[in-house]
């Protein structure tokens, strides 16, 4: 039998106290972004964490559940169905946002209801140094994931992750981080698996166990796996002419592209990629200036 925790506002959104534990859930999500009180937004999403833990627990086969009624929610499966991941956001003030994860992990191939579930601990505002870190589901760097797929070398498995968060009013994020699972079970965020030392005018000081990309709030770019190309299709991002370096509200796409290809077990910048996004871009403002000799974009 499943528990319910109904919590009871004003307006009403949750009397239905029969309603199917999946409605149920997506409406604990549209609290959790509606209500106009922090403390109503924490309420609902404890409600919401404590359900989705519910569903997935008395699940007879949580791999091949459908989350897609709930709005608020980002449910990824790896392409091999080992790994289910969810991430949602507690809002707030920009940059000030509270990430919550779950993530199950399969133990067996035999019982589909045969799985690990472990809560994911957003301490990204705590961290110093995060690109270098191994981190893991009690300590994680936060995001709201939009892709996970799976790179195999040898015999060890890496699930990618594309995230995202804010970092202020100004400044946004997305990166690039890791999960492999230990030979123990225990999961892991983070491997040196890339080969980079300069990206977009950040510059690592050792070897990285993720991958950052810092931009104007006020732009969008694309990080993402393109299978048909095998590689991570990388807008590349720089300022407006004459704008300081490092300035990362200045930054945003240059309407050129990098891409990262995995070669024996190291993810590799190629730099400057011929690529057609297929999209219909705008004339930027201060549109990226080429080399007459080479034909190639002229970067900062």
Known sequence: MLRYI???YSFGLFAQQEAEPMRQLALYGEQIMLASEREGREEANAAFKELLIEILENSLSPFDLDFSEVKNLSALLSDDKQVYIFTWILPDLPGKEKFNGLMIIRRGKKKKQDFALHELDDVALELSGAPYQMLSAGRWYGALYYQIFTVKH???TYYMLMGYRMLSDQVQKKLIDVLHIASDGVPRFGAKIFNVKKLMDYTYERPPYRLFFQYSARVSASFRYVPSE??????????????PPRVWSFYGPDFSYDGLEFIKGRWELREEISFDSGLRQPTPQNPPKKDPRTGKVQRK
């Open 154 to 156: 040898k015999s060890d």
């Open 6 to 8: 109904f919590l009871f």
């Open 230 to 243: 095998g590689m991570i299709i990388l807008d590349h991002l720089s300022p407006p002419e004459n704008s």
